[in-house]
């Protein structure tokens, strides 16, 4: 059972709401099952997102920004990279988390699957919102990840990577944003290599990519059975086959989101603007002219 005390969502929305009332807010609960209901709840993985810093929420930065802060970038890099690593049963894994949004359709800290599909709310007007706690059960996660790190860096003799730690957010992607010196829309860490180096306080260091790929950390993909995602051990984008050989084809990603960027911005300015109604503009589906005016 996931227990949600921020933003509310998707298929587990319902039963987060429902669990949240059950607790809290219903006027006929017996206050005597309180700490039984409490009790029951308590190894739930409660999804608070990354915290607040002395009252001051810190500020997201785009990837690239990003980039220009050192210690950030290298604490991002190195526990996005743990956070891939860890055991795939753990439901606060790399592997578990993306799950909830997808294949392979299992249930998650002991929340019942909808439709034996998974969690995401598509043609619903739950659909935005349900990503708010999604992407924060993600980046708390990963927040935590950090400040281990943090403390494991050698010779940070000013507490420089302490103090990027506290204020670390999960950085976004602006696909719309125009480039100035005439690089790739898709930015170099996240297309450029499976491995990356990193400058340390104590010396370079070469790590695998999180940017890059994942890699599954089994050989049994039966949990992916459609062709051909159960031959494949790792993520892929734009694959450029459909064996088990394939590798990714970023060049070409970034080819076409540039070629595609004037008509996706068009697409969203429209939604925003002939969509007055938030039960037609948050989803996709799409009612013949039908464009949400009362």
Not at 97 to 103: A, C, E, V
Not at 115 to 135: D, E, I, K
Not at 205 to 217: E, H, S
Not at 276 to 282: E, G, K, L, M, V
């Amino acid at each position: 059972m996931v227990a949600l005390v921020v933003n509310t969502t998707s298929a587990f929305l319902f039963v987060c709401l429902y669990s949240i009332i059950g607790i809290f807010a219903a006027p006929t609960q017996d206050h005597q099952d309180a700490p039984r209901l409490l009790h029951r709840r308590a190894d739930s993985f409660a999804v608070t997102g990354a915290p607040v810093i002395d009252g001051n929420i810190p500020q997201r930065f785009e990837i690239r920004e990003l980039r220009k802060n050192h210690a950030q970038w290298n604490l991002y890099l190195l526990a996005l990279n743990q956070f891939q690593q860890m055991d795939q049963t753990d439901v606060r894994s790399y592997y578990q988390l993306s799950g909830i949004h997808g294949r392979p359709f299992t249930e998650w800290d002991g929340v019942p699957l909808v439709q034996n599909m998974g969690y995401c709310s598509h043609t619903s007007n739950l659909f935005a919102t349900w990503h708010r706690p999604y992407v924060a059960a993600f980046e708390q996660v990963l927040y935590d990840i950090v400040q281990q790190v943090a403390t494991s860096i050698q010779n940070d003799t000013n507490g420089e990577y302490k103090t990027a730690a506290s204020t670390f957010r999960h950085p976004y992607w602006d696909w719309a944003a125009r480039s100035t010196d005439g690089s790739s829309v898709l930015p170099a860490p996240i297309s450029g290599s499976p491995f990356i180096m990193l400058d340390l306080p104590n010396g370079t260091l070469a790590i695998n990519n999180p940017l890059f790929q994942y890699t599954f950390a089994f050989s049994d993909l039966s949990a992916f059975p459609d062709s051909p995602f159960n031959v494949w051990q790792q993520t892929l984008r734009y694959p450029s086959t459909q064996n088990a050989t394939a590798t990714s084809q970023n060049s070409l990603v970034s080819q076409q989101i540039e070629q595609s960027q004037n008509t996706y911005a068009q697409r969203i300015m429209n939604l925003l603007q002939a969509y007055p109604r938030f039960a037609n503009f948050s989803n996709s589906a799409w009612t013949p002219n039908e464009l949400g005016y009362e």
